[in-house]
């Protein structure tokens, strides 16, 4: 199975600041990678498929980048409703695998 | 537009077998795959299986001796059934469209699964 190494396990960063969270693949994973952000008591929401690309309605603060097999999630610009908690999915192959997620709090 | 909901017991007894249903809306289920996704009480997710337009399945290996996942296109419903459950097998279960290399776009709202005696 796939490994999805997520780092850090949690943040506290300040409003307008930029954040970066990454997901290291123990294998070679050729982009097939997606960004989600749960809130509290809610199902989690596709920001980035394709390692890059953008789901419809997620705001262009959000971004991704891949670096060998790893995986990058960027926000330019800390907001209030970014706050909540991140994963990542490899959609490569099955059995898909995700990472153990990021909390992400204001500071 | 596209919709998924997960129905099921809220509370079942250890050793019991589990038995949810995914109904979905705005997509064909020949057409896009649907994933069962769990998620324990303030842990992480658990992608636990598959099954994909054609009909096949895949599983997470942990889970494979336990879990069957099977489909009724007529009614656009998935069926997930756990047996021998355990106390650890509380959690929130979600289904998900899967788009395959694209991940898992549209999610449930999520049933809520309480294993005890």
């Known amino acids: 199975d796939i490994q999805m190494t997520q780092s850090p396990a949690s943040l506290s960063a300040s409003l307008e600041e930029i954040v970066t969270i990454t997901c290291q693949a123990s294998?070679?994973?050729?982009?097939?990678l997606a960004w989600y952000q749960q809130k509290p008591g809610k199902s989690p929401q596709l920001l980035i498929y394709?390692?890059?690309s953008l789901a419809d309605g997620v705001p262009s603060s959000f971004s991704g980048s891949r670096s060998g097999t790893q995986y990058s999630l960027k926000i330019s610009r800390l907001q209030v409703e970014d706050i909540g908690i991140y994963y990542c999915?490899?959609?490569?192959?099955?059995?898909?695998?995700f990472g153990a997620g990021t909390k992400l709090e204001l500071k | 537009q596209v919709q998924l909901k997960e129905s099921g017991p809220g509370l079942v007894k250890p050793s019991e077998t589990l038995s949810l249903t995914c109904t979905v809306s705005?997509?064909?289920?020949?057409?896009?795959?649907v994933s069962w996704v769990r998620q324990p009480p303030g842990k992480g997710l658990e992608w636990m299986g598959v099954?994909?337009?054609?009909?096949?399945?895949a599983y997470n290996s942990a889970l494979k001796s336990r879990l069957s996942i099977s489909r009724d296109t007529s009614k656009s419903q998935v069926f997930l059934k756990m047996s021998s459950l355990k106390t650890e097998d509380t959690a929130t279960y979600y289904c998900?469209?899967?788009?395959?290399?694209?991940?898992?776009?549209?999610w449930g709202q999520g049933v809520m699964v309480t294993v005890s005696s």
């Open positions: 998900a469209r899967d788009l395959g290399y694209g991940g898992f776009d549209y």
């Open positions: 705005g997509f064909s289920l020949t057409s896009f795959h």
């Open positions: 099954i994909w337009g054609d009909g096949s399945t």
């Open positions: 294998q070679d994973i050729e982009n097939w």
């Open positions: 394709g390692a890059t």
């Open positions: 999915l490899q959609a490569y192959s099955a059995p898909n695998t």
